[in-house]
């Protein structure tokens, strides 16, 4: 709570979203590891979300989150990240597993690919659920659907 105070208080927008970022990966943390039934985690995870969002009102660039569908299986959602300018902007999909958070995609969407000009796509905090409720998919055929619809 230290770090959404700070961001609450602070009048730079750009400090302001650093320390949402700040307290969206700690939020993060505190969530691990996405057990199903965790109420104090289930918690967590929507206190980080909400902190994510508020950074990205207040950093460079827009965020545009997008839902979507899988066959036999709840919709999942992920977050555009895109360069301040006009699109359309080439993107890169970001398929991490559960040791990524979205903070550590975003610190490389700022340093490395928005000055670029190159947008990014993440999933949504809601995706650790939806991989713990899924069968074992050795062939990964089952996120096939979500890369080929986020390409295109």
């Known amino acids: 709570m230290d770090w959404q105070q700070k961001a609450g208080q602070e009048e730079n927008l750009l400090v302001s979203g650093r320390h949402w ?3 969206a990966n700690l939020y993060s943390i505190a969530a691990y590891p996405h ?3 965790d ?3 289930e918690q967590a995870q929507v206190l980080a ?3 994510y969002e508020e950074a990205a009102q207040r950093l460079p660039g827009k965020l545009r989150e997008l839902e979507f569908s899988i066959p ?4 999942i959602t992920g977050f555009l990240h895109m360069p301040p300018g006009d699109g359309p902007f080439p993107t890169v999909l970001m398929c991490g597993g ?3 958070l979205q903070t550590d995609y975003y610190n490389l969407y700022e340093n490395y690919f928005a000055p670029l000009g190159i947008a990014m796509l993440t999933r949504g905090y809601a995706f650790h ?3 713990l409720k899924m069968q074992a998919d050795p062939g990964y055929q ?3 659907p979500v890369c080929a619809a986020a390409s295109g």
Do not use: C, T, V
């Not at 036999?72 to 919709?75: M, N, Q, R, Y």
């Open 98 to 100: 559960l040791d990524a």
């Open 21 to 23: 970022l700040h307290a």
């Open 72 to 75: 036999g299986a709840a919709p």
């Open 35 to 37: 057990i199903k039934g």
């Open 142 to 144: 089952s996120a096939a």
């Open 49 to 51: 979300y909400r902190a």
């Open 129 to 131: 659920r939806f991989l």
């Open 39 to 41: 109420e104090l985690a």
